[in-house]
């Protein structure tokens, strides 16, 4: 014969839904956390984009003199 356990546990009530104070809380919180991907990916990229502009617009210092004892070897320019 089955056991009647039923009867014996008490009986809970569980709210279906979700209240009013914690959509709205959620709501908050719910933004960045849909979107932190995205706000992370834009400020990355405005950094590498600036570094680039940045690295690309400066003067490119002038050619000096080649160092002491330097044997000029085999280049692309050479060809005689």
């Known amino acids: 014969m089955p056991k009647k356990n039923k009867s014996n546990q008490p009986k ?5 839904g979700k209240s009013a104070s914690k959509q709205q809380e959620e709501k908050e919180q719910d933004f960045y ?9 834009i400020i990355v990229l405005i950094v590498l984009t600036f570094f680039f502009i940045v690295n690309n617009t400066r003067k490119v210092p002038d050619e000096g003199p080649y160092p002491p004892n330097y044997i000029k070897g085999n280049t692309a320019e050479e060809t005689n």
Request: aromatic share 14%; glycine share 0%.
């Open 33 to 41: 956390a849909k979107h932190k991907s995205t706000i992370w990916t």
């Open 12 to 16: 809970t009530n569980f709210p279906i």
